[in-house]
């Protein structure tokens, strides 16, 4: 399969990095097409804990990485995890594409999204807060700097003063913190330029290049299918599309390049930040679940909301991404719970019952999860071939709900812990 998209099937943290570090394995080039450093991918390896935020997972296993022009970029998160994972492990430069297309996060949006944040206090997003939704903003209002604009001193600078102009006033005079200082700002990101340089390249051309020389190519997105912001929880999303559609807009390929879709999905389900969430589990559960799955932020160490799997909401996701396989993530953790409660069903405030995702926000806040209550399998997994038999029910019905095949099963955290079905 040429052309593989990777796509969170629910609010992100699904452990997609697991899925693509295991899928890269095969790969030629792996590619990242949205978000910023808000996302974050852990790989453990032999022990090694990786952590990356901007840079596709493939670059654990030295295969060439891209960033695609859907993607927002901040300099100095990306310049250290080059340090990091390409230059401090030997990789050559070749190894990391950057689209001199993807827009940059300035200070002032990280200012603008902590400000904002707190401003809204109670109504508040829940967002990372490292001004991916700022400068998402930006580029829509045509405000925005991208990356090949550090290649041009007079043009940043210029760049810089007319955003500036714009974005002290509502600093200082909206939220009341300090304005950005233009000449200390022009030649930092002056400095980021000669670093970032020798990685700048044609990333759409490259990756058509790529699939016309039948080479392999994923496709990688951050963040998961209810976080997007068109299709999402909306308010409570990130700023970008994260559904595979945005793989060929935020790299810049056609849909009909695209051969495989998998869906990446938690055996139950984790949100960080606000918003409805209706099958989070109430009670100790739900500390139990977090502590066992060791939910909590890769980016912001903040807890995760934990609960049972939600099959009305992944139904949806398989619909939006046109997920062609499913990989099920961390089932090891439902090992230590003696009934698994399933979501098959959302019944909504007039008393009907549907199983597909509501379209109106104020359904799905008001949704009430119909459960369907599963065996656990009162053992741990053995990592080995097979699945206990209740551990493999589960999955077969989640298979037949969703009538898509669940190809992989993640069984713990490191790299070989995953199962490979059919
Ligand atoms: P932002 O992307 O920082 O603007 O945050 C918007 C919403 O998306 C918040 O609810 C975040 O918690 C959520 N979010 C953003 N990135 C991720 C992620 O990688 N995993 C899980 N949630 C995320």
């Known amino acids: 399969m040429p052309a593989t ?10 452990g ?3 899925i693509v570090d295991l899928l890269a394995r095969d790969s030629d080039l792996v590619c990242r097409y949205n978000g910023g450093p808000n996302a974050g991918h852990t790989i453990v390896v032999d022990g090694e804990t990786y952590k990356l935020r901007q840079i596709p997972s493939g670059i654990v296993w030295g295969k060439e990485c891209l960033i695609g ?3 927002v970029v901040d300099p100095a998160v990306l310049i250290d995890e080059i340090d990091e994972y390409v230059t401090g492990r030997g990789l050559p430069e070749d190894c990391l594409h950057l689209s001199g297309n993807a827009h940059m996060i300035m200070p002032w949006h990280l200012l603008l999204d902590q400000a904002s944040e707190r401003r809204l206090g109670k109504l508040q997003i829940g967002t990372t807060r490292r001004g991916n939704g700022p400068a998402y903003a930006d580029k829509a209002h045509r405000l925005g700097i991208r990356l090949q604009d550090i290649f041009d001193p007079k043009i940043l600078r210029q760049k810089i003063e007319t955003a500036l102009a714009e974005k002290n006033l509502w600093l200082e005079r909206i939220y009341g913190v300090e304005p950005v200082e233009l000449e200390e700002l022009a030649a930092r990101y002056e400095s980021y330029a000669q670093r970032l ?10 990756v058509d290049r790529a699939l016309r020389d039948g080479r392999r190519v994923l496709l990688e997105g951050g963040h998961g299918t209810l976080l997007d912001i068109d299709n ?28 495989a879709v998998v869906g990446v999905a938690k055996a139950y389900v984790t949100r960080v930040g606000e918003g409805p969430f209706p099958t989070e589990i109430d009670g100790s559960d739900q500390a139990r679940m977090r502590d066992l799955g060791g939910e909590f932020g890769t980016v912001t160490g903040r807890e995760r909301r934990c609960g049972w799997l939600d099959l009305v909401a992944l139904r949806y996701a398989v619909r939006l991404n046109g997920i062609t396989s499913i990989a099920l993530t961390k089932l090891d953790v439902l090992s230590f719970f003696d009934r ?10 007039d008393g009907t019952r549907t199983d597909e995702f509501p379209e109106h926000q104020s359904d799905f806040h008001a949704a009430r999860p119909v459960y369907e209550t599963l065996e656990g399998w009162g053992a741990e997994l053995d990592g080995g071939d097979d699945l ?10 989640v298979e037949h709900q969703l009538g898509v095949e669940v190809s992989w099963v993640g069984t713990g955290a490191e790299r070989e812990q995953v199962l490979v079905r059919g």
């Open 340 to 349: 698994l409660p399933v979501c098959i069903a959302y019944e909504l405030r």
């Open 5 to 14: 998209v990777i796509v969170g099937a629910q609010w992100g943290d699904e």
């Open 232 to 259: 999402g929880t909306y308010p409570f999303v990130t700023s970008s599309s994260t559904i595979a559609g945005g793989a060929c807009t935020g790299i810049g390929i056609g849909p009909t390049r695209i051969d």
């Open 69 to 71: 022009a859907g993607c």
């Open 388 to 397: 206990p038999a209740a551990a493999r029910r589960y999955v077969e019905f």
């Open 16 to 18: 997609k990095g697991k």
């Open 197 to 206: 340089r020798p990685y700048l390249a044609d990333t759409s051309l490259l």
